[in-house]
């Protein structure tokens, strides 16, 4: 079983599902669109079970529509995390109103871009209460500088289960984790799951060789709080083959227990299929 928990999504049809994008990371969504369906082929094609679609804030902000429509549509391949604006009016209920919404599991914080992290201030404890009274998981996006704040979050709500995004883009100078302190204070989170994205890997396997950095981190955190997500189709610069090829060697020197975990089973845990059995 292999599980992608990061992928984004970008519909064909701009009249039904309009862009609306924050200057984050480039055009991303115009240079290499790929729909649900386009996803699926190519899942099918690369040996991929199921994913999880996470809300593209970079390509639609705060509209969750076509993460959410994609996700109930297929069920049985996908599920989904959409995102909230922390400073909406009632952003607990506005949660609430999208966890609702089929396929959509969980929730996730993105604080890159706007200030200081908040995801430990009062403002976020209605979406903090509103992940634990359904259920749900909370993907954190943030930058290395903003880990403190989710330490915070950690104790402050440590009966949600968290995972963190592309491991807080940890500031690498070796392959065998050096730069990534902040990351590793915080292993004593049981709470916390992390994410090694190709963002990660690619920045490993320049230092060296990334099995490398999944062994330090899997001697840290331990195989069940980790799971490899491909970040496709806003990474594009190779074949969805390619990326998740990189996947399958970085957890390749692992023994078959963690292995399966990191490329499928925790993820699995975390975003169960309709009724918790497996695709």
Not at 38 to 67: E, I, K, W
Not at 82 to 106: F, I, M, R, T, Y
Not at 259 to 276: I, K, N, V, Y
């Amino acid at each position: 079983m292999i599980v992608d928990s990061h992928v984004h999504v970008v519909a064909p049809d701009e009249s039904a599902y309009p862009l609306s994008p924050r200057p984050l990371s480039g055009e991303w969504y115009r240079e290499a669109p790929h729909s649900a369906e386009d996803l699926l082929a190519l899942m099918d094609a690369s040996g991929v079970d199921r994913a999880v679609l996470v809300q593209p804030v970079g390509a639609y902000s705060f509209d969750n529509r076509y993460t959410a429509d994609s996700a109930a549509r297929y069920p049985d391949r996908f599920a989904g995390a959409c995102c909230v604006d922390v400073d909406a009016a009632d952003s607990g209920a506005e949660l609430a109103g999208w966890l609702g919404a089929g396929g959509v599991q969980g929730v996730r914080l993105f604080a890159i871009g706007r200030g200081p992290a908040w995801l430990a201030e009062d403002r976020a404890a209605g979406l903090w209460e509103c992940a634990a009274a359904h259920g749900a998981h909370v993907i954190a996006t943030v930058l290395t500088h903003q880990l403190p704040q989710l330490d915070a979050a950690l104790s402050r709500f440590p009966e949600i289960p968290v995972s963190l995004d592309h491991c807080g883009f940890p500031p690498l100078t070796s392959a065998a984790g050096d730069g990534a302190e902040a990351l590793f204070a915080l292993a004593d989170h049981a709470n916390l799951h992390l994410k090694l994205s190709t963002h990660v890997l690619d920045v490993a396997e320049k230092l060296g060789d990334a099995r490398e950095f999944v062994a330090t981190l899997v001697r840290r955190f331990g195989a069940e709080r980790m799971m490899w997500g491909s970040d496709f189709c806003q990474t594009h610069d190779r074949s969805y083959a390619a990326l998740v090829e990189l996947g399958r060697r970085a957890f390749s020197d692992l023994p078959t227990r963690e292995r399966d975990l990191c490329l499928g089973g925790t993820a699995l845990q975390l975003w169960p299929s309709p009724g918790g059995s497996p695709a």
